[in-house]
């Protein structure tokens, strides 16, 4: 079955330092790949996507992402954290290639000063 | 770009009574929309693919006869949760694919609460 696990619920980084956000996915298929940000009480931003191509994918706000397939992972990095980066973030993956998108548990990132 | 929309964002109903969410594709048509539920500080749990001029595809263990979803239009899909109750409070969410078919939009989200 398909599912996407995000192995850290919380994680505190220092303002300007850097960020890993891990995703694992489970999928049969080559994987459409997302990161979305969503802030309290807030819908959904896209941060970037992977369909196909370059496996360093680049995003919105200073975000990008690596496709690795030997490990099924799909991690999001930032070089130097903002405060304003304080959020919920949720990877997801498309199911056959699709809009129908399946999202992992979330990582709640919080930014110390 | 593409914009999806939702309506209400907020909403608070009786318990027993039945309301309806909007979720509006702006600037596109959208012949396929998604429906999501996320309680508090929790994932975003699909509940249904909403089909246009079809019937909806729900997801296991979503109760279709609680969680009507009508197609009518290219633009726009419905949620109707009826029958609510305490346990429905929940952030809904509807999302719909652009037209180049490799984008996904969502929409802001409607907040339900049932008292």
């Known amino acids: 079955a398909q599912s996407v696990t995000q192995p850290d619920i919380h994680i505190t980084v220092s303002e300007g330092a850097s960020l890993e956000l891990r995703c694992n996915y489970s999928?049969?298929?080559?994987?459409?790949l997302f990161w979305y940000v969503q802030s309290p009480g807030q819908g959904l931003q896209l941060l970037l996507k992977y369909f196909s191509g370059d496996t360093l994918v680049q995003g919105i706000k200073g975000f990008e992402a690596e496709f690795k397939r030997s490990q099924s992972s799909f991690n999001l990095r930032k070089p130097s954290v903002h405060w304003s980066d304080a959020a919920e973030y949720f990877c997801?993956?498309?199911?056959?290639?699709?809009?129908?998108?399946?999202f992992g548990q979330g990582t709640e990132l919080s930014v110390k000063p | 770009g593409a914009v999806v929309s939702q309506h209400p964002s907020w909403v608070i109903c009786k318990s027993g009574t039945s309301v309806k969410i909007e979720c509006r594709s702006l600037d596109f048509q959208a012949t396929t929309m998604f429906w999501y539920r996320q309680f508090p500080k929790q994932s975003l749990m699909l509940m249904a693919t909403?089909?246009?001029?079809?019937?909806?595809?729900?997801e296991q263990g979503v109760e279709k006869d609680k969680f009507l979803i009508n197609h009518a239009s290219l633009t726009l899909s419905t949620l109707t949760v009826t029958s609510a109750h305490p346990e429905d409070s929940s952030f809904y969410i509807c999302?719909?694919?652009?037209?180049?078919?490799?984008?996904?939009?969502f929409g802001e989200g409607s907040w339900l609460t049932v008292v």
């Open positions: 999928y049969g298929a080559t994987p459409y």
């Open positions: 999302s719909a694919q652009g037209p180049s078919g490799n984008t996904i939009y």
């Open positions: 909403s089909n246009e001029g079809s019937k909806a595809t729900y």
């Open positions: 997801a993956v498309g199911i056959n290639q699709g809009g129908k998108l399946i």
